[in-house]
């Protein structure tokens, strides 16, 4: 297989890192979980989540990556054999199952971006989506066929990621992160810059931040935080892990960790301030409050920003395209990071090569992804996303970090080796953090789910 695949630089990684981190979620879910959770308040449970599990979480992935120098499985085999390799299988699983259904929402998307040139949507936006672009089947089981429409685009979508994946790590995911991420902070400036000299903005950011410090004492906003923040930094689903698996030997582990904590949480305070203004702006001309317009996810981005273009005075049509850009590169370079980790998974545990591992690990994800892009395609979607998220994350990482610190009791090496090469040192409260506060909120957390799932 010759030699293991490098970046090429140090800003390489860390842009490949903050490109897996700042994807869909730190555009359309932020800013809403933020504004439901306390406004400003959310803050305080927020930086505690990302000072006491993102980034130690983030440094100790690193750490086994750089150590171990194998993808995820192949790492956890070489700390603990067989009884550890299954965890690095489980997090590539996650992280396929995501991959399957991101890849559709980038083709979403990606038409968007050429629909609002002509503002293609009219007035019904709402209708427009599930009707004429997804051609929602009324149930999930009359799930009738491919739409075309999403079809294409998806092709699309998977034909970029193979190129980009098929080049390799260093002439690949290294150049399309250098080009994509600075190109998404560029676009998304201008996106922001203009929502918030829209009328109206001000109320939208008051909203946002408004401070809501009641929510404080109610455990499910400290949840939100936790469940966020390994979602966005793309913890505990192997990613970490693999991407660090090609650093260099002189590499310092603990300053990279909190570069791309820390650009991760800045992306994402920029994109509330765009989001909410925008919808600031929206409320105003609706004469209705932001709680009335403000939404998440699918229906925020194809539903509701839609409209607001539609509003908007002067040059919409050109805002509306950079927004659905800057959707469809944070996406991109997030779905390259996930289809990294089973290609490299693959390649090396049957040790094939990395061609044939990407033509058959990304080539069965784009067809099971065709599931998604049929007329029921959007329910499979809400199931799949819903599943991923209350048994994916917390659980793996709760596993894996119980696992580390308290089974195989590798805290201390591991701690010694990212210290060996890092500026940084971390020393006692990285160790509280990994092995008492991050294991007892994830603990409640998974406990807390299992609740409201089953009684
Ligand atoms: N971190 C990415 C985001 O915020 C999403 C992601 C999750 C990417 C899991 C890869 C794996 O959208």
Known sequence: MGQRSQWGTRAGFIMAAVGSAVGLGNIWRFPYVAYENG???FFIPYLFALL?????ILILEFTIGHKYRGSAPLSFFRMKGKGAEWLGWWGIFVSFVISTYYAVIIAWAMKYTIYSFNLAWGDDTGGFLFGSVLNLADNPGEFGGLVPGVLIPLLLVWAIAFIILLAGVKRGIELANRIFIPLLVVVFLLVVIRAVTLDGALL???AFFKPDLSKLADSTVWVMAYGHIFFSLSIAFAIM?????YLPKKSDITNNAFITGFAN??????AGIGVFAALGFMATQAGESV???ASAGVGLAFVVFPQIINEMPGMNGLFGAL???????????SLISICETYIAGVSEKFNISRTKSVLFGVGLAAVISLLFATRGGLYFLDVADYFINQFGVAAIGLVEVVLIVWVFKKLDVFGEHANEISDIKVGLWWKICLRFITPLVLGYMMFDLLRINLF
């Open 241 to 245: 892990i693999t991407y660090s698996s």
């Open 204 to 206: 939208g950011l008051d």
């Open 291 to 293: 709680a009335d317009v």
């Open 265 to 270: 949480s800045g992306f994402e305070l920029l």
């Open 52 to 56: 006491t599990a993102g980034i130690p």
């Open 39 to 41: 406004g400003g308040a």
């Open 323 to 333: 927004f659905f850009l800057s959707l469809v590169l944070a996406g991109l370079t």
